[in-house]
């Protein structure tokens, strides 16, 4: 059977997959029900070298069972690995009803396609699983928590992900609307951001409202450049750098009172 006949024998699995994922997103370091089905799935398979870490992070090992290089075996070098990366964690987003699978968690969706990230991988490795004497060398399937938030990746690799064995390669994808059915977009050097947070406190100085030029707002202080000029954010999407700010009422970060 060639591959795409494959795929397209497993595409009615695929679909039920991903839509369950869609119905129970969870947020960063809380996806302990999507572990424990992608988990599921994966012993199903026949996969069974899995490991939990960062808390809700997940690692497993497809090792082929194909010839290897003659070349390597001579020199002694260990097989190569290949590994294939999604995402876990949805966004605090009430999705809007209509659709029998749309989420049943309250204020959670997928809105961002790690469902369809997780199912894509879930769709390789098994395919791979079966056809693991086709091909020599591994293939390490990593789940990463918490990518929306403070970075699930960090502590996956403080743990060894890309060790035992030692990943030569890590490959990635991001679903895009934007691009037809069957188009595959590809960008050399950096594609998508990273998020990163820098806190500045402004004091201001309070004043009577009549005499405005003896106090300081640190409202337009915070919405200017280094130059004084109104901070508009205009950094086009496709940039290396997107800047966004949100002001907070007071020290406790009581959000809400200046927005974006």
Not at 82 to 89: G, I, P, T
Not at 225 to 243: L, R
Request: proline share 5%.
């Amino acid at each position: 059977m060639q591959l795409n006949e494959k795929i397209k024998k497993i595409e009615p699995w695929l679909v039920e997959v991903r839509r369950d994922f869609h119905q129970y997103p969870e947020l960063g370091m809380e996806e302990y029900r999507t572990r424990d089905k992608i988990e599921e799935y994966l012993s199903e398979m026949g996969i069974h070298d899995i490991k939990r870490m960062a808390n809700t992070g997940l690692a497993a090992v497809i090792e082929g069972k194909g010839q290897r290089d003659e070349q390597e075996d001579l020199q002694g070098r260990s097989p190569t690995t290949v590994a294939l990366r999604a995402d876990m964690d949805a966004l605090p987003i009430q999705e809007v009803e209509g659709r029998e699978y749309g989420s049943k968690n309250t204020g959670k969706m997928h809105a961002c396609g790690h469902d369809a990230h997780m199912t894509i991988v879930l769709g390789a490795a098994k395919l791979l699983k079966e056809m693991e004497r086709e091909f020599a060398g591994n293939v390490k399937l990593i789940f990463q928590p918490a990518e929306e938030s403070f970075g699930g990746a960090k502590p996956m690799i403080e743990e060894g992900v890309l060790e035992n064995p030692h990943v030569n390669y890590v490959l990635g994808l991001h679903v895009a609307p934007e691009l037809e059915v069957g188009e595959v977009g590809i960008k050399y050097g950096q594609m998508n951001a990273s998020s990163d947070t820098l806190t500045l406190s402004l004091k201001g100085k309070s004043c009577h409202g009549a005499y405005p030029h003896e106090g300081v707002d640190a409202i337009p202080a915070g919405r200017t450049d280094d130059y004084g000029n109104p901070k508009h954010c205009q950094s086009q999407p496709g940039s290396t750098g997107v800047c966004s700010h949100q002001f907070w009422k007071d020290s406790r970060r009581k959000s809400g009172e200046y927005s974006r």
